[in-house]
């Protein structure tokens, strides 16, 4: 049962490194699946992870969530983009991941912060573009980012058990 216990927590580790990539996925949540697996239904009772480890999640977790966020807006407003176009941009990922998957994630959110950018703020064609290419920027930066922290998560994970 141990065997099967820990391919369900590598399993929900794979999947939430692939979350990064599919916004359907909730890719913070399968890690504290996996976390709390391990913690709840292998580890001996007391002997689970410590304290230093949960704090070390809550607040790495909180800068998951934000990366999204705050690196959507950071590249929209460099490139001069408006609050629309990172709204945009996100329900452009979401309807790429549906509609055209894998490579929808990217050329949508393109495709509709261009269109809000050149019809809705009536942006010339350069300028559009250069927001829509910040919004591509944004979504990789941010990808980036999350890959970095999740591996930092996992690899911590795996120190705590050992």
């Known amino acids: 049962m141990e065997m ?3 391919g369900v927590i590598v399993l929900a580790f794979l ?11 909730p890719d913070t949540i399968l890690l504290w699946v996996g976390f709390l697996l391990y913690h709840f239904l292998v580890a001996e009772p007391g002997m689970g992870l ?4 949960w704090w070390g999640m809550v607040i790495i977790s909180i800068l998951l969530y934000g990366a999204d966020l705050l690196t959507n807006m950071y590249f929209v407003k460099k490139y001069g983009g408006s609050k629309w176009s990172s709204i945009g941009a996100m329900a452009g990922i ?22 809000i950018e050149m019809g809705g703020q009536k942006r010339s064609a350069d300028q559009a573009v250069k927001v829509a290419l910040g919004t591509l920027v944004a979504f990789l930066s ?6 970095i922290l999740q591996i930092i998560m996992i690899i911590w994970f795996f120190i705590a058990v050992a």
């Not at 939430?16 to 996925?25: C, K, M, N, R, Y």
């Not at 490579?103 to 393109?110: D, E, Q, T, V």
């Not at 941010?142 to 890959?147: D, L, N």
């Open 50 to 53: 410590p304290g230093s480890f």
């Open 4 to 6: 099967i216990l820990w």
């Open 94 to 115: 979401i309807l790429g991941v549906f509609l055209f998957p894998p490579f929808g994630m990217l050329i949508f959110p393109f495709l509709i912060v261009l269109a």
């Open 15 to 25: 999947l939430s490194i692939a979350g990064i990539f599919l916004p359907v996925i």
């Open 142 to 147: 941010s990808a980036v980012v999350k890959v």
